[in-house]
Every structure is written in C-alpha cells, then in structure tokens.
C-alpha cells in the first residue's frame, strides 16, 4: 500500500467519523455523540486497513481523554483487564502446541475420524470447536484448535475458511449449556436476584439444541461454498508423540480438568472459584518451567500477538465508555418505545439490536446493563421475562463481524489468514441467519415451552 493509498483510507475515516458525530449530536450528549464518532473512525481503519490493527486499537488511549469520554486512567487500565491474561496463557500453550508439532499429531488422528473432504473438514471443526465450547471457554477452544486447523492446508483461502470456523463454531456452541459463555451465567445470576425460577440445564440444553444445529449447518455450508476444486491433503502417520509433545499434553489435559472441575453446574455444583484467567495463565508460565522447559523466552516472544491483546484492550475501553457515558442505557431505554409491539416484532427489535451493539462492546457488558432493563420492560408489559432476556442473552454471543465482538473472532484474525473485511462480509450474513433463526425459534418454540 503506498502513502497516498494509506493517507485516502485515513481521510475517509475521518471522514466517517464526522458524518457519525454529525448524525449522533441533534439527540445524544457531546460525549455520547464523540464516542460513536471515534468507534466508527476505528471500526473505519480497521477495515479498511488504513493503519495497523495495533495502532488503531491503542487510540482510545489518545482520543478518548481528548474528547472528554473517559481519563486516560480510567481508558488505559482496560488494556490489563484479566481476560487479557487469560488470552496470553492461552497463546503461550498454542505457540508450545505448534513449536512441538503437537497440533500434527491432534490433526492426523482427527482426519482418521472425519470425512477429508473440504467440506468435511470444515463440519468436522466447526462441530468440533462448537461441542467442546459448551462445556470449556469458548477462548481456550478456539486457542486450542487454530493450530491444528492452519497445520491441514498451505492454501490461505482454505486456511481462512477453517480459522473463521473453529471461531464461530465457538461462538455458536458457547451457548448450548449454561456453563458455555459469560453471558449465560450472567442471565441465571439475574434470574435468582429476580426470584425467576431457574432454567435446569437440561431444559436449557434442550431449547438451544436446534438453534445451535441449524447455525451448524448454515455456516458450514457457507463456509465450504467455492471449495469444490479444492482438496485437503492427507498423509496419516501413527508415529509416537516425542518426549516434548506429551509434556505439552500433560499441561493440555491438565488445564482442561481443572477447568472442568472448576465451573459451575447450577444448582448442583459451585465450581471452585479459581480465577480461570490465572488458571489459564499459570498453565501458560509452566512451559517455561523445569521439567517442562518447552518455551524459551528469547525464541518464542515474538510468537505472542499483541496487536490482538491491545485489540481486547480496545473493546473494552469501548465498552467502559459505553458505561461511562450512559449509552448503553439509553439505548437500552429505546426499547420501552417498542413495547407496544406484537411478541414477534419486540423480539426482532431486541435481538437485531442486541447483535449489532455486540459488536463493538463486550457482551459480558452488554448484557449485564440489558438484562436488568429487560426485566423492567416484562414488568410493565405482558411478555414473559425470561424469554426476552433469554433472547438477548443468545444474541450477546452470535456477533460475527468485527474481531472485538467476540474472543474467538479476535483469536481467530491472530492467525493473520483473515482480513477484517472478510470477517465483516460473512460475519454480516451470519448476524442476519443468528436474528432470524433466533426470532423464528423464540417465538414457534420457546414461547411455548417456558
């Protein structure tokens, strides 16, 4: 990209960015209007590739002190958050599980069990990475699998097909238990502090089932469609893991046990209440350890992505502001306007709306400031409460266009096979299958069962 080609891609975010704050003023406060404005602009670079993803994610840092949103305290302490460190650890085991060659091994055994048709392999790891996420972290999921799907081809078209789908097979299997994503643990919190009956896990699982197998078969289809001249090349070998490769696994195995022992099955089981971020991370530290000793700092520091821990950083800071400047309430606040609809269109309006905003805050965020507004709504209307929030709830984690939606998108554009703008282009057609096929079982099935 030369300088004039670089330098018309930064004009025309800013350009963006002014019609934004234009648009936003007539209704919101300054800072609200401000904020949109430098979400676009961003949102614009990162698109568009105007400058590098890291330069654009740590100007938050800079813009939004300047436009009053938030201090630069209170803007750089989320570039820390302990999420973040969750993420390193995880990126400390994926560098291990590729400098060993253990991901060969993983993908050898799993091309013995699936179909090595393209398509196969692309149902193969969206299923895969969709049942493991709803009982793990969608994060540690994605960490984990990436390697071993970027290891199955040298073709970087096929390459970036398998990464976006081990990252929404994620996204879309995180929602299958209680247990699978954040904000479903946050909805069964709000439940009890509003004395609504708990959904059983099983009663959970059961309506989410075929939401979770009809986004299956959607995305994998897309996925797989103009690969029809595109092979896989399969060379099983049964050799014996290495010395290095099972101490990895060790770690792998254990981390998985102790993040199955640790979470919560409500109402049956507590959990442990370890922070899975320092659980992540200190699996992370041990491969530099004796008798592990499998990454050493001086080779492998440069494997570590940064850009995208500053990227999470960025989301959220923006999601801080959203907070901060009550634009998440006010939007929220819309919704009362829409009361008076039929159940069919409210939950359209929540569902798109609850989608979109996802994608540029966190959904953990989101969702905590939603639900209780929710609540209120159902209060004052005869829709059934939890089916609104359930609704929203599922929303929060379909979000498949930016890198910020959602871990597993973000972990996926660290692989460097992805640009921005494929993921906005299929992210967009999966954010409009998601609110459809969510609207559609909400109201045919749902309904009628809580």
Not at 110 to 127: C, E, K, Q, V, Y
Not at 131 to 143: A, M, R, Y
Not at 368 to 388: D, G, H, N, R
């Amino acid at each position: 990209m030369t300088k004039s080609e670089q330098t018309k891609k930064i004009v025309l975010a800013l350009f963006f960015g002014i019609l934004a704050f234009a648009g936003m003023y007539p209704f919101f406060t300054f800072a609200q209007s401000s904020m949109v404005a430098i979400i676009v602009l961003m949102v614009t670079l990162w698109t568009n590739e105007g400058l590098p993803l890291a330069v654009v994610s740590l100007l938050p840092i800079v813009l939004f002190p300047a436009a009053g949103i938030l201090t630069t305290k209170a803007t750089a302490i989320n570039y820390a958050n302990p999420i973040i460190y969750l993420f390193l650890g995880g990126f400390l085991i994926a560098i291990a599980v590729e400098k060993t060659g253990l991901h060969k091994v993983i993908a050898n055994r799993m091309l013995a069990l699936f179909p090595s048709s393209t398509r196969g392999i692309i149902f193969a790891l969206i299923i895969t990475s969709g049942l493991l996420s709803s009982v793990l972290s969608n994060t540690t999921t994605t960490l984990l699998l990436l390697p071993i799907a970027l290891f199955l081809t040298e073709n970087v078209k096929l390459k970036m097909r398998l990464a976006l789908g081990i990252a929404y097979g994620a996204s879309i299997g995180g929602i299958l238990t209680p247990i699978g994503t954040p904000p479903n643990l946050i909805l069964l919190g709000i439940m009890e502090e509003m004395n609504i009956p708990a959904i059983p896990f099983a009663k959970w699982v059961y309506l989410v089932s075929p939401l979770v197998l009809v986004m299956f078969l959607v995305v994998g289809f897309v996925l797989s469609l103009g690969l029809k001249d595109t092979h896989i090349q399969t060379n099983l070998k049964r050799d014996p893991l290495t010395g290095s490769q099972k101490k990895v696994l060790y770690i792998i195995v254990g981390l998985i046990t102790m993040l199955l022992i640790n979470a919560p099955v409500k109402p049956f089981y507590n959990g442990l209440g370890l922070s899975e971020p320092g659980i992540l991370l200190s699996a992370g530290l041990l491969l530099f350890m004796p008798p592990f000793s499998i990454l050493d700092w001086m080779e492998d520091k440069d494997n570590i992505p940064y850009r995208i821990m500053f990227l999470f950083g960025a989301g959220f800071a923006i999601a801080r502001a959203f907070t901060e400047t009550d634009m998440a309430t006010v939007i929220a606040d819309y919704l009362i306007h829409f009361a008076h609809m039929p159940l069919l269109f409210f939950i359209l309006v929540i569902a798109a709306m609850v989608t979109f905003t996802t994608e540029i805050t966190s959904n953990t965020a989101l969702i905590s400031i939603m639900l209780p507004i929710l609540y209120e709504v159902a209060e004052q209307t005869a829709f059934s409460a939890t089916l609104i929030m359930l609704v929203a709830t599922i929303c929060a984690s379909y979000a498949f266009m930016l890198p910020i939606a959602t871990p597993p998108n973000a972990i996926a554009m660290s692989s460097g096979v992805i640009k921005i703008k494929t993921m906005a282009a299929y992210g967009f057609i999966f954010n409009i299958a998601g609110i459809l096929l969510i609207v559609t079982i909400a109201n045919l099935f749902w309904v009628n069962v809580l």
